[in-house]
């Protein structure tokens, strides 16, 4: 028995061909069993890290507009079903509410700084960004189904990565990082970090306003780059998603941030906010204003 059917074997309901289904009450204090759920869901599927990772923060963010819109401060319930159809990850979600038509959801803006940047909209974005097929179905008798697909194992979804790196003071470096920070990449992001450590580099500084997508993986690189900082011992990178059950450890006996980000993009500070690094690495308008906080 795997680890997902001896933790939820009483919840979920499995079906021919491997579909995993489970219902969870519409509230917000379920957007982490939900995402637990999906999670192990796609990679017993066969799924990637950076697929689990990126149909985590989909349904996450399908589920908190349900519950916050359709619902309407009623008590509702979802249902999902996840199942893979040939080279693909189906994820359905039903469930009784209000309907809302997606077409008049504005795209946002993405050239505006984050504080400026007005609030809604982000969840039906990232949500487009994230899967390869998100579509509607309203029904006010049968209810209404949210069907999102995504191809597994794409090769063609890494992106580029591209570092520039600027030296502002003896002891601090500005890493800018364009592109997508993910499974491809992600340890030349580590090795440009352990090279400045060697040169003396204790204050880091990611200027992420040009990174477009950061998966799993980035976020293991964060980690990993604040314990280099920190004179603690660096994790096992091959250990994936895992690594990042070590953020708490991360956090014991912070005292004044060595790593910093610049900028980040809609979609990548959502990331961050999910994984609750936000605790862990400071987020700054400018760089200038990060190396003085963290001088």
């Avoid at 996450?60 to 159809?85: C, K, M, P, S």
Wanted: aromatic content about 6%.
């Amino acid at each position: 028995m795997s680890e997902l059917d001896s933790l939820t074997c009483r919840r979920i309901v499995m079906l021919s061909p491997l579909r995993f289904v489970r219902a969870f009450d519409g509230s917000l204090e379920q957007l982490s069993p939900i995402r637990d759920f999906v999670g192990e869901t796609v990679r017993l599927l066969g799924g990637n890290e950076d697929d689990a990772f990126a149909a985590e923060l989909a349904t996450d963010e399908a589920a908190t507009n349900v519950f916050h819109h359709a619902f309407e401060n009623l008590r509702g319930r979802i249902t999902l079903t996840l199942w893979r159809q040939e080279n693909k990850l189906v994820i359905q979600m039903h469930y009784y509410g209000k309907s809302f038509d997606p077409s008049l959801i504005p795209e946002p803006d993405l050239k505006l700084p984050l504080a400026e940047r007005p609030i809604g909209g982000m969840g039906m974005y990232i949500m487009r960004q994230l899967m390869d097929e998100v579509r509607f179905e309203f029904d006010a008798v049968n209810g209404n189904v949210l069907t999102m697909r995504r191809i597994l194992n794409l090769s063609e979804r890494y992106g580029f990565m591209e570092l520039s790196v600027e030296r502002p003071a003896p002891d601090a470096a500005v890493v800018h990082i364009s592109g997508s920070v993910d499974g491809s990449n992600y340890k030349q992001l580590i090795s440009q970090a352990e090279t400045l450590h060697a040169e003396g580099v204790n204050r880091i500084v990611l200027e992420v306003s040009g990174c477009e997508y950061m998966s799993s993986s980035g976020l293991v690189a964060l980690n990993a780059i604040t314990k280099l900082l920190r004179g603690e011992r660096m994790p096992d990178t091959e250990d994936g998603w895992a690594v990042l059950k070590t953020l708490d450890d991360a956090r014991v006996g912070q005292s004044k941030a060595q790593l910093a980000l610049v900028n980040p993009t809609p979609r990548v500070d959502r990331v961050l906010d999910l994984a609750g690094l936000k605790n862990l690495v400071p987020i700054y308008p400018d760089t200038k204003a990060a190396l003085a906080a963290m001088a």
